[in-house]
Nanobody, 121 residues
Framework: QVQLVESGGGLVQPGGSLRLSCSVS????????MAWYRQAPGKQRELVAV???????KYTDSVKGRFTISRDNAKNTVYLQMNSLKPEDTAVYYC???????????????WGRGTQVTVSS
């Protein structure tokens, strides 16, 4: 029912920038948090950035100062602005929406299919 679609990935040189978008099929205010994850070849998926419904944000240490997560509630869209990209940022980036079941309060997630980011000369 809930669909998340990532876009904006591509090939960029080291030091370049990309902006990823995550379009959600329902109001993102339904979720307690929106997040970006990434998975590089041969590595496990890691949390990159999260923005909570109240507006607080958090980043993994490796992207602090370079990446910015933001949201547009009216457009049901979450963004990840990525600057000063490094080869180690190469990964498939996934959008995640965190939800809580109304009665049981059991948390669950919705995922997009991912968008490829490649940082290379």
């Amino acid at each position: 029912q809930v669909q998340l679609v990532e876009s904006g990935g591509g090939l960029v040189q080291p030091g370049g920038s990309l902006r990823l978008s995550c379009s959600v099929s329902t109001t993102i205010l339904n979720f307690y948090a929106m997040a970006w994850y990434r998975q590089a070849p041969g590595k496990q998926r890691e949390l990159v950035a999260v923005v909570r419904r109240g507006g607080s944000v958090k980043y993994t240490d490796s992207v602090k100062g370079r990446f910015t997560i933001s949201r547009d509630n009216a457009k049901n869209t979450v963004y990840l602005q990525m600057n000063s990209l490094k080869p180690e940022d190469t990964a498939v980036y996934y959008c995640n929406a965190g939800a809580i079941e109304t009665d049981s309060l059991i948390p669950y997630d919705h995922w997009g299919r991912g968008t490829q980011v490649t940082v290379s000369s």
